[in-house]
């Protein structure tokens, strides 16, 4: 492995870290379902991409309504993953294999399930009564106002037993924790505690947007942009039930919680335009560390587009604020299904040269794409609850594919989801031996940014290519400068290079092919093509 390139800046900073969503990465047992025997099983191959470190979506115990994000015991692992035994192993191996191991920390709410909630529901004198956020209804029995759930109908499920509702942000099935209860937040931070002195390096806190609700429990406004093709979560603006501003005090205690260990990192899932997404950095950058930044994934995709994201979000970052890149997740389109085999090439190559901690989704590397999945083999509870809009989110859940033996290699048994009709010539071990292959360019995207501090720490500033459908930018560290240029149109275009780039050396194509080629005064590029190109040293 090459070294890191900076002995000073954090892991996180320099590194990459890579999304394992493990009921399909591996499984060991031949249940069909991946699990942590799997992982430490492919923790090689996670070496030999050459990234930092591992996040993996939820392992513990769970009645798995959403897959994990029902947590009905924080600090044990669910069977159907394995055991603590088996985590506590994961852990050393990653650690003896110089790979960092982030945990997803889910505490907006819980599974219904948890013991918590059972208590919670018993009785209206509970002790942990206010653990959960209850609530009377309106006089004609309504629920108590009209927030919606993410995943359809009223977020407010009403329970006989003691005739109150209670508030889910999600499924009725995963209650909203109540973060204005002193209680609650002693009870995660001692989850958090847990965790950190198992030795895990950091969390990615689920919905850490969502964790606080207005103290009145306003209505939310209609959406004036509201139209019918849209899914109905988004008839109304979130105003009152999200990115409340005492969230902020929320998020600061969390932090507080890492800082009692070292070179730990936290960060947060929030999907909110970049203009409100950085005040989670938080006061005196006492927040998260990484507010992740989902732009790309809902920006069209065009040069002028993704060039006036990147600049909108490098102006918005506060000082000292690292920023962090996504283009996929277990929530979202893979990157491939929305842009096509040919640009998700141009997508690798910016995700893996911009300024920031990139975080990759498994598969993309492989170019997975975004699998159809037929109405009987739907698993995902948001499609089944809110069906007709597209929202389901199985097709970007399916195995990962190793090799072209039975089922690609996932597993012994039958898989939880179907893999691509392709997977005998997609997946590792073929493209492993084909040097221009996608799992190729990604290896040689990753080996140039850790070998490289232009492109792991350097700054950015985008140089206007003059044309429209090419985005480039300079990535400069130390005296040293790269210039990435990236043809977001499937047609060949020419571009006249700077003057300080003329006689620069290709480093990298995304085609594969080009690579220490010099370059003239002019760069044809073909389409769907980007390339890193190297300048000779300036004296600065
Ligand atoms: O996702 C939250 C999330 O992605 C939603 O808020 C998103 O806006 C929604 O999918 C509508 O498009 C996290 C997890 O990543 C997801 O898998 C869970 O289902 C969800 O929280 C509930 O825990």
Same mark, same amino acid.
């Given at each position: 492995m090459a070294p890191s390139v900076s002995p000073h800046a954090p892991w996180w900073q320099s590194g990459i870290l890579y999304q394992v969503y493990p009921r399909s990465?591996?499984?060991?047992?031949?249940?069909g379902i991946g699990d942590l025997r799997g992982v430490i099983a492919r923790l090689h191959y996670l070496v030999d991409l050459g990234v930092d470190a591992l996040w993996l979506s939820p392992i513990f115990t769970s009645p798995m309504v959403d897959f994990g994000y029902d947590?009905?015991? +924080?600090t044990d692992i669910d069977p159907l993953f394995g055991s603590l035994a088996d985590f506590d192993a994961l852990v050393t191996a990653a650690h003896g294999l110089g790979l960092k191991v982030v945990l997803d920390l889910v505490p907006n709410h819980t599974s219904d399930q948890h013991p918590w909630f059972v208590e919670s529901r018993g009785s209206r004198d509970s002790r942990k009564r206010d653990w959960y956020i209850w609530r009377d209804g309106q006089p004609d029995g309504g629920p108590p106002n009209n927030w919606t759930s993410e995943f359809g109908g009223s977020a407010w499920t009403f329970d006989a037993a003691t005739g109150q509702h209670y508030y889910h942000a999600f499924l009725s099935a995963q209650p909203d924790l109540n973060w204005r209860n002193p209680q609650v937040r002693q009870a995660i931070a001692d989850v958090m505690r847990f965790w950190l002195r198992r030795g895990v390096d950091g969390f990615r806190v689920d919905v850490m947007w969502h964790l606080v609700k207005d103290a009145d429990f306003r209505d939310n406004p209609l959406n004036p942009d509201y139209t019918p093709d849209r899914q109905p979560y988004e008839r109304l603006l979130p105003l009152y039930s999200t990115?409340? !501003? =005492?969230?902020h005090d929320v998020v600061a205690e969390l932090r507080q919680v890492m800082e009692a260990f070292d070179d730990r990192v936290l960060i947060g899932e929030i999907y909110l335009p970049p203009e409100k997404l950085v @005040? +989670? +950095? &938080? @006061? &005196?950058?006492? &927040?998260?560390?990484? !507010?992740?930044?989902? /732009?790309l994934i809902s920006t069209p995709w065009s040069a002028r587009a993704v060039g006036d994201l990147i600049a909108r979000y490098e102006a918005l970052l506060p000082s000292g604020a690292w920023p962090n890149w996504v283009l996929g997740n277990h929530d979202r389109v893979r990157i491939a299904g929305r842009v096509g085999p040919a640009q998700a090439r141009v997508a690798a190559m910016l995700l893996l040269t911009l300024r920031g901690t990139p975080t990759m989704y498994y598969g993309d590397e492989i170019g997975l794409p975004q699998v159809p999945i037929a109405p009987e083999q739907v698993r995902d509870p948001f499609e089944t609850n809110v069906p007709g809009y597209g929202v389901g989110r199985d097709g970007c859940r399916t195995p990962m594919q190793w090799d072209g033996s039975a089922h690609a290699g996932f597993t012994a048994g039958e898989p939880w989801l179907p893999l691509t009709d392709d997977f005998a010539s997609r997946n590792v071990a073929v493209e492993r031996s084909d040097s221009s292959s996608m799992l190729a360019l990604y290896g040689a995207l990753i080996a140039l940014r850790r070998a490289r501090a232009e492109l792991s720490l350097g700054d950015y500033e985008e140089w206007p290519? &003059?044309? /429209? =459908?090419v985005l480039a930018y300079w990535r400069g560290h130390g005296g040293r400068r790269m210039l990435v240029v990236l043809n977001f149109s499937d047609r060949p275009v020419t571009i006249a290079l700077p003057s300080s780039a003329a006689g620069a050396t290709i480093m990298l194509s995304t085609m594969m092919d080009r690579a220490a080629e010099v370059a003239g005064d002019r760069l044809n590029l073909r389409g769907a093509e980007g390339m890193v190109l190297d300048l000779a040293p300036t004296a600065i």
């Amino acid at each position: 492995m090459a070294p890191s390139v900076s002995p000073h800046a954090p892991w996180w900073q320099s590194g990459i870290l890579y999304q394992v969503y493990p009921r399909s990465f591996q499984d060991g047992d031949g249940d069909g379902i991946g699990d942590l025997r799997g992982v430490i099983a492919r923790l090689h191959y996670l070496v030999d991409l050459g990234v930092d470190a591992l996040w993996l979506s939820p392992i513990f115990t769970s009645p798995m309504v959403d897959f994990g994000y029902d947590i009905s015991d +924080y600090t044990d692992i669910d069977p159907l993953f394995g055991s603590l035994a088996d985590f506590d192993a994961l852990v050393t191996a990653a650690h003896g294999l110089g790979l960092k191991v982030v945990l997803d920390l889910v505490p907006n709410h819980t599974s219904d399930q948890h013991p918590w909630f059972v208590e919670s529901r018993g009785s209206r004198d509970s002790r942990k009564r206010d653990w959960y956020i209850w609530r009377d209804g309106q006089p004609d029995g309504g629920p108590p106002n009209n927030w919606t759930s993410e995943f359809g109908g009223s977020a407010w499920t009403f329970d006989a037993a003691t005739g109150q509702h209670y508030y889910h942000a999600f499924l009725s099935a995963q209650p909203d924790l109540n973060w204005r209860n002193p209680q609650v937040r002693q009870a995660i931070a001692d989850v958090m505690r847990f965790w950190l002195r198992r030795g895990v390096d950091g969390f990615r806190v689920d919905v850490m947007w969502h964790l606080v609700k207005d103290a009145d429990f306003r209505d939310n406004p209609l959406n004036p942009d509201y139209t019918p093709d849209r899914q109905p979560y988004e008839r109304l603006l979130p105003l009152y039930s999200t990115d409340r !501003p =005492d969230v902020h005090d929320v998020v600061a205690e969390l932090r507080q919680v890492m800082e009692a260990f070292d070179d730990r990192v936290l960060i947060g899932e929030i999907y909110l335009p970049p203009e409100k997404l950085v @005040a +989670y +950095y &938080g @006061a &005196g950058l006492k &927040g998260a560390h990484l !507010p992740f930044n989902f /732009a790309l994934i809902s920006t069209p995709w065009s040069a002028r587009a993704v060039g006036d994201l990147i600049a909108r979000y490098e102006a918005l970052l506060p000082s000292g604020a690292w920023p962090n890149w996504v283009l996929g997740n277990h929530d979202r389109v893979r990157i491939a299904g929305r842009v096509g085999p040919a640009q998700a090439r141009v997508a690798a190559m910016l995700l893996l040269t911009l300024r920031g901690t990139p975080t990759m989704y498994y598969g993309d590397e492989i170019g997975l794409p975004q699998v159809p999945i037929a109405p009987e083999q739907v698993r995902d509870p948001f499609e089944t609850n809110v069906p007709g809009y597209g929202v389901g989110r199985d097709g970007c859940r399916t195995p990962m594919q190793w090799d072209g033996s039975a089922h690609a290699g996932f597993t012994a048994g039958e898989p939880w989801l179907p893999l691509t009709d392709d997977f005998a010539s997609r997946n590792v071990a073929v493209e492993r031996s084909d040097s221009s292959s996608m799992l190729a360019l990604y290896g040689a995207l990753i080996a140039l940014r850790r070998a490289r501090a232009e492109l792991s720490l350097g700054d950015y500033e985008e140089w206007p290519s &003059g044309e /429209a =459908d090419v985005l480039a930018y300079w990535r400069g560290h130390g005296g040293r400068r790269m210039l990435v240029v990236l043809n977001f149109s499937d047609r060949p275009v020419t571009i006249a290079l700077p003057s300080s780039a003329a006689g620069a050396t290709i480093m990298l194509s995304t085609m594969m092919d080009r690579a220490a080629e010099v370059a003239g005064d002019r760069l044809n590029l073909r389409g769907a093509e980007g390339m890193v190109l190297d300048l000779a040293p300036t004296a600065i």
